[in-house]
C-alpha cells in the first residue's frame, strides 16, 4: 500500500486549533505553476498534539481577513492527508470553511 493512499482520522489531531498564519496556495497544472491562486493555505497549530503545525488547505476567496497573532479557529470538513513535499512526506489538510471562533459561537446563536 501506498503511504499516500492511507486515511488518517481527524480526530487524531485534537479538537482545538490555532491559526498562526495564512498564505495564498497557487494553482499548479502538470506540476507547473498557473499563475492563478485557487485558495488559501492556513497554518494551524495543534496545542492537543504537542503543538505541531500543519497546514489547511481551503479553496477559494480568503475566509478570514487578517491574522494579527495567533487565533483559536473553528475548522469545518477538516481532511487530513499524505502528500510529498520537498523530498519527504508530510502531513497536511484540506477543510471547507475556517472562522475565529468567537464569531462562530456568536453565529451560531
Wanted: proline share 5%; hydrophobic share 40%; with cysteine.
Amino acid at each position: 500500500m501506498k503511504i499516500n493512499k492511507l486515511i488518517l482520522a481527524s480526530e487524531q489531531f485534537g479538537h482545538k486549533f490555532i491559526l498562526a498564519a495564512m498564505t495564498t496556495a497557487k494553482e499548479y497544472i502538470d506540476g507547473k505553476a498557473t499563475g492563478k491562486v485557487k485558495g488559501y493555505k492556513y497554518t494551524i497549530v495543534l496545542p492537543e498534539c504537542a503543538y505541531e503545525r500543519i497546514d489547511v488547505l481551503i479553496e477559494g476567496a480568503p475566509q478570514i481577513e487578517h491574522v494579527n497573532g495567533p487565533i483559536e479557529v473553528d475548522i469545518k470538513g477538516f481532511t487530513p492527508y499524505v502528500s510529498w513535499s520537498n523530498g519527504d512526506y508530510t502531513v497536511a489538510a484540506r477543510a471547507t470553511a475556517i472562522s475565529p471562533v468567537g464569531k462562530a459561537a456568536t453565529s451560531n446563536k
